[in-house]
């Protein structure tokens, strides 16, 4: 056997040794969780009440959150990427306010503004006896709140991205500007609402510190599976490691499907 | 001839765009198909801008039968969407998320067509343009001529009152070109309303339209008959662009002074005053030495450029005046042509377009 002559490429250790402690640093963890995982009973722990609970309730709030800010975001993205208002600057700002606030501010500013004494919740509880503090709808609100800017920036910015020429070219056809955004605009743009969907989705489920301080910590009501990891880990341990298994597993998933959208159907061409 | 004054386009177009001002008139007859050419940043793309209604115009008004759709001073202007003017869009624009056959119905259902109706009445279209082979595919999985034809049965089936061509074979490589040039002809002759071609290929004027629109930075620089424009070209841009010598001079008694320097023998003695004369580069010779013979113009100069084009030789001469020559490629190796050579030229009277300009 002749010896294979390679060239010198390996990286000078002070880049190697850095670089193998950052990933170690960022896999650990997860690997700590899967060896602490109770394989056993895993499913007995998954199945018990508090878990099924918490599992429902976190899909259906995440569900609903996501389904909101689909239908109240995209329109706002829409607005800032394509028409000229007064304070369109200003409104893109505060679009992003929410991802950069700690969650238990934006928790405390939620109550502040829609609690019984809030700024608009004293007259929802006055004129039409809506509460949201403590309510499964509250946690709605929280997560909507927290997770919406992800879909408006990822929308706006795939709307910013494309090329007019193809919605002047349906406008020669006859399209109104209705027809022109439901039939032509929507569909190019389709991989970036997905994409937006799913991280509005994955963050509205990993929803924490605005939700507790909003809707509290109520079994069944507005314990989501965050919360019940938290509550966990005061009592029953591996409930709370089987619960953030099940989460982790969410996380992957969504990094798989946006990766395979993305390179599957990339930007409009 | 009686309606003819007011069907088709009638357009005044003044639109500024920063330092750029386009100005002009365009009338384009039902049936009639007129090329606006022009070189890149001419405004030919402004003018269609303004003539779909994607810019509104500043000042003028364009009419379309006897519908006024943009007059600033009257305060009209009719969205695109409104305005029933077909367009084949440079590099098409198909929409790549619907099938051949979708994209054909993209207009009808925009008028209000279910989708069953909306194809039944597409289907005429996908039939006269060949397309039925194709309409479940794509836009991106279609040849550059199947996507030209796409565009064309597309803007056709909303029954356009008129129709607009940019750059329509530009997008195409020029093995397909002359193929596709042709069939577009045809489809263009069965247009009845007026068609606008824009174009900074001179091939598809001669080919695809009845009149030619020269629009040079923002302005009209000649208006004329295919015919006339390729044979006496106005301004440098369009004879460069037709393939020609163009020299300017003073005719009298049959000899053009040119204002460059030389003059040269003209065909007859009719012509008198500021004159242009249009020769093509295969109608000049060249020799080594003075020739003998009947051609009445021969002067001297030095060879300046030599560049193949196809299968002859386009040899640039720096003489008064001085020209572009097209030669054999055999010539070259007789003549011995390099720079720097010297050279007779020679041309015959009647090789030469002489015209008032």
Redesign the interface.
């Known amino acids: 056997m002749s010896r294979r002559r390679r060239p010198a490429t390996s990286p000078p250790w002070p880049v190697t040794l850095p670089a193998v402690l950052a990933l170690a640093f960022l896999t650990l963890p997860v690997i700590g969780l899967l060896v602490r995982t109770p394989w056993g009973h895993l499913l007995d722990i998954l199945t018990s009440k508090t878990s099924l609970d918490a599992l429902r309730l976190s899909l259906e709030t995440s569900i609903a959150a996501t389904i909101i800010a689909f239908l109240v975001g995209v329109p706002l993205a829409w607005l800032l990427a394509r028409s000229e208002f007064v304070g369109r600057r200003l409104a893109r700002a505060l679009v992003t306010v929410p991802l950069v606030l700690p969650p238990v501010v934006g928790g405390i500013a939620l109550l502040l503004a829609f609690g019984r004494r809030g700024l608009v919740g004293q007259y929802l509880d006055s004129c039409c006896g809506i509460t949201l503090p403590f309510t499964t709808p509250g946690v709605v609100v929280a997560e909507t709140f927290v997770a919406m800017p992800f879909l408006i920036i990822t929308v706006e910015g795939a709307l910013r991205g494309l090329d007019s020429?193809?919605e002047?070219?349906?406008?020669?056809?006859?399209?109104?500007r209705w027809?022109i955004f439901r039939?032509?605009t929507l569909?190019?743009i389709?991989p970036s609402l997905i994409a937006g969907a799913v991280l509005t989705f994955a963050r509205a489920l990993g929803e924490f510190g605005a939700t507790i301080t909003f809707a509290g910590n109520l079994p069944g009501v507005t314990q989501t599976l965050p919360l019940a990891v938290y509550v966990g880990l005061e009592g029953d341990l591996d409930q709370a490691v089987a619960l953030s298994l099940i989460l982790l597993l969410v996380s992957i998933a969504v990094l798989v499907g946006l990766r395979d959208r993305w390179l599957r159907t990339g930007s409009?061409? | 001839m009686t309606d003819d004054s007011t069907q088709g386009i009638h357009a005044t177009i003044g639109i500024d765009r920063g330092e750029f001002t386009l100005d002009m008139s365009l009338t384009v007859a039902p049936g009639e198909v007129v090329a606006v050419l022009g070189p890149n940043g001419a405004g030919k793309s402004t003018l269609l801008r303004g003539l779909v209604g994607l810019t509104p115009i500043d000042r003028g008004s364009i009419r379309l039968d006897d519908v006024v759709v943009d007059d600033p001073d009257a305060d009209v202007l009719i969205e695109p969407a409104k305005r029933r003017i077909g367009v084949v869009f440079q590099e098409y624009r198909l929409f790549p998320h619907l099938t051949v056959e979708d994209n054909v119905a993209f207009g009808l259902r925009s008028a209000g067509f279910g989708k069953q109706a909306a194809q039944v009445a597409s289907q005429e279209w996908i039939d006269r343009l060949e397309l039925a082979a194709l309409r479940a595919r794509k836009p991106g999985e279609l040849s550059g001529g199947q996507a030209q034809r796409v565009a064309l049965a597309r803007a056709l089936a909303t029954k356009p009152r008129a129709l607009l061509l940019d750059e329509p074979l530009s997008a195409l490589d020029i093995a397909t070109r002359q193929d596709v040039r042709t069939h577009l002809s045809g489809h263009l002759r069965q247009f009845a309303g007026p068609t606008v071609l824009v174009t900074h290929d001179p091939l598809d004027a001669l080919v695809l339209a009845d009149r030619v629109v020269v629009l040079e930075g923002g302005r009209v620089t000649q208006e004329g008959t295919t015919h006339e424009v390729a044979q006496r070209p106005s301004t440098p841009y369009v004879a460069s662009v037709m393939g020609l010598n163009l020299l300017r001079g003073k005719a009298l008694a049959g000899i053009v002074q040119l204002d460059d320097g030389g003059e040269l023998q003209a065909p007859d003695a009719s012509t008198v005053g500021p004159v242009l004369v249009a020769i093509r580069p295969a109608a000049i010779s060249l020799h080594a030495h003075r020739p003998e013979g009947s051609a009445r113009n021969v002067w001297q100069g030095v060879v300046d450029n030599i560049q193949p084009v196809g299968d002859r030789v386009r040899v640039s001469v720096s003489a008064s005046p001085s020209v572009v020559v097209d030669v054999t490629r055999s010539a070259v190796v007789e003549l011995g042509l390099v720079r720097d050579t010297s050279v007779w030229l020679s041309t015959k009277a009647t090789e030469l377009e002489v015209y008032a300009g």
């Not at chain 1, 002047?168 to 109104?176: C, K, M, R, V």
């Open positions: 020429k193809l002047d070219a349906a406008a020669t056809l006859g399209a109104g027809t039939r032509v569909p190019l389709g409009a061409s």
